[in-house]
């Protein structure tokens, strides 16, 4: 470190005064703010969970920097820009990077025995100092912005983080182990492609017929979990909905709540999504929306850059490690930096309803201790588009409003979607949150929420998203999921006594349906399509080795499947703001022929690439609501603006 720096520093010991003044009162002795806006603070501070000077700072009475000096003078230490002055790398074994995430600080600069900290909570500093023992005694406090603290410790230990981020679940309950052995598995499954591929050339007709036996069997399964969920969503009344105004229990302080907002190959993000979130109502002191961006990711990091930022919107950057670039992955390291008790999770592209954080909050504050994680309601703000948005959001209104909330109402296992999800902080971590090699670790979280005895309830707060609307993005996004859905039946499957004993039998037979009988549907939907050959007196193979009585019933019960999907749709779109869909439920088996390709590719993908996250792409439509900006007339793009490319 050279001689410069260390005479612009000139670190000092931080030395206590006898009676030392609170933080308010050393703003006002510097003028920075007057008796007012301190009693504004003190007041909002009464029923907030959140430091004074954040208060101050996210009200916009105060400057961040106004913040350092008057902890510093507060605390009797000095204030240090790490921007300008960033910490010693060399310094990063010094404090273990748990303890300076617990609180707050970093180490900075190293003078003969004394390592200066640079803290952004001087009030944790103490407690640094007990957890390190006799090295605690050699630490002399620095006072620096908290959000300059997060970065310095990401730049420290990148790489110790980015580790823990992959391998937070426990090998046990985690796929990564499908890469570890990768080849061992590859020739077990190309001996089973090769065997079957064989049996098929020798005994075609005993093969298809097998195959059509099994897709009546998970036609049989689905369709009977979905009439269950129909009944039970129709029998039973709907939850209430959470009050918008937020609880007054006595010595109740509403906490901190951070979501996270994974992107990805972001050009045209920012305006949009800051005019989306600025809409929520719930304290912007209380409210931290994290971004979170790949470090490789130039695109994102250049929009980010040019880009105002209000103070409740951060940012972290994810370190490069490995050729893992996942979504779980990156949720995993923010976490570490996120300083709410409740975490959220948003996409780039969501428009969640104003009061969407006051119904959470509201809900975990009154919920049993055992509900662990809230899931909203998707909808979708381009349902006239297309035909294919179109039967995307009937397709998801039946899944979210009428099949979900039944699964939820059984007591089932509830698949979490990858957006507007709530978790209460402790649990998350206890489960080791998201398996970063899981493609669908949404519904992979759920199902181990379900293992421990923890609860899932779906929320009737609803987040606004763009409807998936071209053909080969929805195969691609499509494919993930079925890949993602296979991969983690497998996983948890792999010790089958151990999963019926923690979901009990109905919860059991519940996740096949969810998962195998999914994945199997969409897999074997041509050859039960093919029946309809039989149906027209044509020759059809499986007739060589099935009775017709057979084939009646199977082709049966496939009518009837399709007569209870056209139930559950009618049903699910029904409310006035869906009507103008109804028309086009009757058209939905068209839109899910394309379920076929995405079975073909979700199971080549298992091979080849089963860690690969097909990222989906959005942008094509704008909410109502943000206006695009205008483009110049000659300008190589004109055109509408896209909201986001994230998924």
């Known amino acids: 470190m050279s001689n410069l720096r260390l005479k612009l520093s000139a670190p000092r010991m931080a030395t206590a005064p006898a009676r030392r003044m609170r933080l308010g009162q050393h703003l006002i002795a510097a003028g920075v703010i007057g008796p007012r806006d301190l009693l504004h603070g003190l007041d909002l501070q009464r029923r907030i969970d959140a430091p004074l000077g954040e208060v101050l700072a996210t009200e916009g ?4 920097d106004d913040i350092v000096k008057a902890l510093a003078r507060q605390y ?10 960033p910490c010693d790398q060399r310094l990063a074994a010094r404090i273990p990077a748990r303890l ?6 970093v180490p900075w600069l190293e003078l003969g025995d004394r390592l200066f900290v640079a803290s952004g909570r001087p009030a944790d500093f103490p407690h640094l100092c007990k957890a390190l023992g006799e090295r605690g005694k050699t630490l002399v406090l620095v006072v620096a912005d908290a959000r300059q603290v997060r970065t310095q410790i990401g730049r420290l230990y990148a790489a110790e983080l980015a580790e823990r981020a992959v391998t937070r679940v426990a090998d046990a309950e985690s796929c990564r182990n499908w890469g570890l052995r990768s080849l061992k598995r590859r020739f077990a499954l190309r001996g089973v492609l090769l065997s079957l591929l064989g049996l098929l050339v020798l005994f075609p007709s005993a093969v298809l017929a097998i195959a059509l036996l099994w897709g009546a069997l998970t036609l049989l399964l689905t369709s009977g979990l979905k009439a269950t969920a129909l009944w039970a969503a129709l029998a039973r009344p ?3 909905r959470s009050p918008p105004h937020l609880p007054e229990s006595k010595g109740f302080r509403l906490p901190q709540v951070s979501v996270l907002v994974p992107l990805l190959h972001e050009e045209e993000i920012a305006q949009a999504l800051i005019a989306r979130l600025s809409r929520l109502t719930y304290p912007k002191s209380l409210l931290e929306v994290v971004l979170v961006l790949e470090a490789s990711d130039k695109l994102t990091r250049a929009t980010i850059a040019r880009t105002s930022l209000p103070p409740w919107i951060s940012v972290i950057e994810v370190p490069d490690a490995g050729a893992l670039k996942t979504k779980p992955r990156a949720l995993n390291y923010a976490l570490d930096f996120c300083r709410g008790s409740i975490i959220g999770v948003w996409d ?3 428009a969640p309803e104003p009061d969407q954080i006051e119904q959470i909050v509201t809900r975990f504050h009154n919920a049993p201790e055992n509900v662990a994680c809230l899931q909203g309601v998707l909808d979708f703000y381009n349902s006239r588009g297309n035909w294919m948005a179109r039967c995307f959001s009937i397709e998801y209104a039946t899944w979210w409003r009428v099949i979900l909330p039944g699964v939820a109402r059984l007591g089932l ?3 979490l979607g990858g957006t507007t999800l709530f978790f209460r902080r402790d649990i998350l971590e206890r489960l080791g949150a998201w398996d970063a090699h899981n493609v669908t670790e949404d519904a992979d979280l ?3 929420l379900a293992r421990r005895g923890y609860v899932t309830e779906l929320m009737r707060t609803t987040t606004y998203e763009e409807a998936n609307c071209r053909p080969w993005p929805w195969v691609r996004q499509r494919s993930r999921w079925l890949k993602g859905y296979l991969i983690t039946w497998a996983v948890h499957m792999q010790r089958p006594r151990a999963l019926l004993k923690d979901l009990g039998p109905l919860r059991f037979i519940g996740v096949q349906a969810i998962f195998l009988a999914t994945v199997s549907q969409f897999a074997l939907a041509p050859l039960i399509w093919s029946l309809w050959l039989s149906f027209f007196g044509l020759y059809h193979p499986v007739t060589d080795w099935l009775a017709p009585p057979v084939l009646t019933a199977i082709f049966a019960l496939f009518i009837l499947s399709e007569m209870l999907n056209f139930c559950a749709a009618t049903i699910a779109v029904s409310n006035r703001g869906q009507r103008h869909l109804l028309p086009w439920v009757i058209t939905c ?3 899910f022929a394309l379920g076929a390709l995405a079975a073909a590719k979700a199971l080549f993908e298992l091979y080849r690439s089963p860690h690969f996250w097909d990222k989906t792409a959005h942008g094509h439509t704008l909410p109502r609501y943000v206006k695009p900006r205008k483009r110049l007339k000659n300008h190589p793009r004109a055109g509408p603006l896209p909201a986001s490319n994230a998924s």
């Open 348 to 350: 780039a592209e969501d």
């Open 589 to 591: 088996p068209l839109y």
């Open 61 to 64: 009475l105060v400057a961040p």
């Open 413 to 415: 296992v509830v698949p």
């Open 76 to 85: 009797g230490a000095q204030p240090v820009d790490l921007t300008r002055s």
């Open 238 to 240: 709907k939850p209430p």
């Open 446 to 448: 759920g199902l181990r």
């Open 100 to 105: 300076c995430l617990q609180f707050g600080a």
